[in-house]
């Protein structure tokens, strides 16, 4: 009785193993490919931050008008920071003598959801007398939860800029970073001095 000794496999099987060792090669080529971070609920961190034409708009209707220097110091901070996943609309009066305080308010929107309320108190330099109202609008940076807004944010030194009748500086606290932008009259209250502290409550205690 003749066995068969062949143990080459059969066209069929051959067909069948060439299609899974395609597959595996098609995966393999696929890790050297750089693929989107995903966040915890399995979204992308870019699904979570602002682009700059994004930002730029908001900024242009909130102000109520476009200048190169907005323009220019939007770039900037998209240069320095990268993309914020937050932004501060609001509005600040603020008096001085050389040094003064001031004190806002405005609405903190988040690219992720969320959104709250903030006040604002904290010293301020002033490059002339007088008192004014303006309004700022305020980049947010790595900012994990609305709840993490509150809390004093200390100035960076020599981050203050002024670029063509706009201003921007930043404050930074434990890895979340702030970037108001004022302009026009706003720039004269645009330095920070020590810190601002931000609260969920109005209060006229700048410290």
């Known amino acids: 009785m003749k066995h068969n000794t062949d143990l080459r496999p059969c066209a069929s099987e051959r067909r069948e193993l060439l299609r899974q060792l395609g597959g595996g090669a098609t995966l393999l080529g696929l890790g050297g490919l750089a693929l989107p971070s995903l966040a915890a609920d399995g979204s992308t961190k870019q699904d979570n931050t602002y682009d700059e034409d994004s930002i730029l708009a908001a900024a242009t209707e909130f102000f109520g008008s476009t200048t190169e220097g907005l323009a220019k110091v939007i770039e900037k901070a998209f240069k320095e920071q990268g993309r914020p996943n937050g932004y501060i609309k609001g509005e600040e009066a603020s008096a001085a003598l050389t040094v003064g305080v001031r004190y806002g308010d405005g609405h903190l929107m988040m690219k992720g959801g969320g959104s709250a309320r903030v ?86 205690n700048p410290f």
């Open 119 to 204: 006040y604002w108190a904290g010293p301020s330099i002033g490059f002339d007398a007088g008192a004014n109202a303006s309004k700022v609008f305020t980049l947010v940076y790595k900012l994990p939860s609305v709840s993490a807004i509150y809390q004093r944010f200390p100035g960076v030194d020599g981050s203050l800029y002024y670029i063509g009748g706009a201003g921007i500086n930043y404050q930074r606290s434990k890895g979340i970073t702030l970037a108001p932008i004022r302009l026009g009259v706003g720039l004269r209250a645009g330095a920070s001095v020590g810190y601002v502290h931000y609260r969920r409550e109005k209060s006229y």
